[in-house]
Every structure is written in C-alpha cells, then in structure tokens.
C-alpha cells in the first residue's frame, strides 16, 4: 500500500476506516458541509481522493521516496489542519511539501520551511519546541492552529486552479468551525492570502470590497458578528526565501510578535 491506512496507529490519525471518502468535487462539497466538528471534518481531509492528479503523485511520492528517507513510511494522504480546537491564531500556508508533510502527516513539519517556522512559532510563544521532525515528536501549538489552503502536496509545489477549487470547502468549513475563537489570521505567502479571502467570507467576516495586496506585514481588520479578527499577511519561509534573506528570523519573530499582541486585544 502507498499510504497509511486509516486507523492503523499512525499518531494523530484523525481518521479511521469508516471515514466517508471523498472522490470527486461534489462529494468535498457535500462531505465539508455535514461535518459538524472539527473531529469529524479532519478526518474526512486526511481520507479525500478528489483530485486524481494530487492522488497519483502524493502516493508515488510515499512509494519511491527521498533516499535521506528511503526507510521511513510515508504518511501519502492529505494533511488535515491540526492544533488547538478553539485557536485564537490561525496560520495558513498553501500546501504541504511530498517529503514533508507528505511524509509526517502533519504540514509544515520534516522540511526547511517548518525549520524556520516552528523555530519562530516557540521563540514567540507559540510552539512548546523550537523543531517539529514528525507526528510523535511532541510537538504542540499554544493558542494556535495551522492548516494548508490544499491538502495534498502537489508536483513541484504548484497545485492547479481546479485543484484549489476542489479543495476549498474543506478550508472554508475549517475556517467557520474555528471562527468563534480566532482574533488573527497569518497568511503565509500570496496564495494563502488569496485561498482564505473567500474563506472568510464564507465563513461570515465582513471584509473590504477590495482584497488588499498581499506583502510581509500586510494587516487588514475584518470583523464577524460583535468580534474583530486581523489578517496578517507573511512571506512564506521556503528554502529561496530564507536562502536570499528575503525572509528572516528577525522579520518572523515580528510578525508572529504581532499576532500575540492583536490576540489580546
């Protein structure tokens, strides 16, 4: 088999072998909206086989292998959001990477990007370690949540406009089930900004007619009944934005400094 099976003990499996399995568009639609929490819709993420393209690659992926990893089993499923239920920060990137979350189960973790990340997220309160290596390590997010805007790794990172399409509902009803408690949104990179847009809305924040331009430190307050709730838009920590300075730690720590002091607002 090219994936872990649901229910077979990998740690933090949301999932088991009844969770109802999506294989088209239609079935995400269907299978987000009748998820009644968190539990139920993060299993039915980590099961989707929506998108055929995404399938086939995510389980060659677990199947071939990177030679640093050639003795591990590979997660190969989608990555479902994880961290607290009730988040007062929600941090969202764009997909997770074939030989890191990929491989863990769990996005941002086993890859540079969440080298960098998770290093911040514990300078900053955020994160109980400074590493997060793989779904066991211990890892937990204080006061936070993180998902990917796209379940599923994508080949060279670059998931297809009807790939986003299909993957949507499962965003955007995570993003409504967490409403009540998040005071700050962290967008990591531009098409995490424009993924959760819409997902905001669904969601029922009022927001600008204009979506403004995306940019490190970018903030936009929207609101949802009588709560205010802040944007912040973050340069994603890949490997060619760290590697050129474009990213660094400093600007990270700012960043995420920031989500603290709006969260207490």
Wanted: net charge neutral.
């Amino acid at each position: 088999m090219t994936f872990v099976p649901p229910g077979s003990g990998w740690p933090g499996d949301p999932a088991s072998p009844d969770t109802p399995v999506a294989h088209d568009p239609a079935q995400v639609v269907r299978l987000a909206a009748a998820s009644r929490t968190l539990g139920e819709l993060t299993a039915r993420e980590s099961v989707c086989r929506a998108c055929p393209r995404l399938v086939a690659w995510r389980e060659e992926v677990a199947t071939v292998r990177r030679r640093a990893f050639a003795d591990e089993t590979y997660w190969g499923r989608p990555i479902a959001g994880w961290g607290e239920d009730r988040p007062e920060v929600l941090i969202v990137g764009l997909a997770p990477a074939a030989h890191g979350g990929n491989r863990t189960g769990r996005i941002f973790t086993g890859d540079r990007s969440g080298d960098w990340l998770f290093a911040s997220l514990y300078r900053t309160g955020l994160a109980v370690q400074e590493t997060s290596v793989h779904a066991a390590d211990g890892q937990r997010l204080v006061g936070a949540r993180m998902l990917a805007a796209v379940r599923c790794a994508p080949p060279g990172n670059k998931p297809e406009p009807s790939e986003r399409t299909a993957c949507f509902p499962w965003l955007a009803r995570e993003v409504e089930l967490v409403a009540d408690s998040v005071r700050v949104i962290v967008a990591l990179g531009g098409f995490a900004w424009q993924a959760v847009w819409p997902a905001l809305r669904e969601a029922g924040y009022v927001l600008p007619s204009r979506r403004p331009s995306f940019g490190h430190g970018a903030e936009v307050e929207i609101s949802r009944g009588d709560s205010t709730a802040h944007l912040l838009g973050c340069y994603h920590p890949s490997q060619q934005n760290t590697f050129t300075g474009r990213v660094t730690a400093e600007m990270l720590d700012t960043l995420f400094t920031r989500a603290n002091t709006l969260r207490s607002l």
